[in-house]
């Protein structure tokens, strides 16, 4: 019975062998059948005439400006910059910084008060971890900004600010107390 199955199989195979052969047996140039003659289909290809190509868009024409600065003023020129040196508040450059001008006021949180009714003084802890008191008339922040007010809930102070235009503006400012 084994050399049925041997005697089988292999005629099987040799059977199956000749069919896969007899299919790669076809060349290009064939007769036209089920595929036509790739030689001759890629001739036609070639003849065909190319596609139209599209248009190429027309540019836009731009309307010219002409810019006459001549007449206008110069805004590099000193026109507004403030004449009155003397007048309105200046920041006093002979003063001697004290500790609390070295932090941004952001940075400074208040954390309490000493004191009772009008001589209450402020606690205000910097960003180094030590707690300053505080009192009107001092000066904390970059802005020199002088206290003018001491009160249980917050500390108010008035800032010196650049107006753009060579003075100084001054800007109330608030530090108020934490709720933690």
Do not use: H
Not at 108 to 117: E, I, K, S
Not at 121 to 143: F, H, I, N
């Amino acid at each position: 019975m084994s050399v049925f199955k041997s005697k089988a199989g292999a005629g099987l195979l040799a059977v199956l062998a000749a069919l896969a052969a007899s299919g790669c047996g076809r060349s290009i140039t064939s007769t036209p059948g089920e595929a036509p003659n790739l030689e001759k289909w890629v001739a036609e290809v070639r003849a065909r005439p190319a596609p139209p190509l599209e248009q190429i868009p027309l540019m836009q024409q731009f309307e010219t400006f002409e810019y006459a600065a001549q007449n206008m003023r110069d805004p590099f020129s000193t026109a507004f910059t403030n004449t009155n040196e003397g007048s309105g508040p200046r920041p006093n450059s002979q003063r001697r910084k004290q500790q609390l001008e070295q932090f941004p006021l952001d940075s400074l949180d208040m954390v309490g008060t000493l004191g009772v009714g009008s001589r209450v003084v402020g606690l205000v802890m910097a960003p180094d971890k030590v707690t300053y008191r505080v009192v009107p008339g001092e000066y904390m922040g970059q802005s020199d900004g002088r206290v003018t007010a001491v009160y249980e809930d917050r500390i108010e102070l008035v800032e010196l600010v650049p107006d753009g235009a060579g003075g100084w503006l001054e800007r109330p400012a608030t530090v108020a107390l934490e709720d933690k």
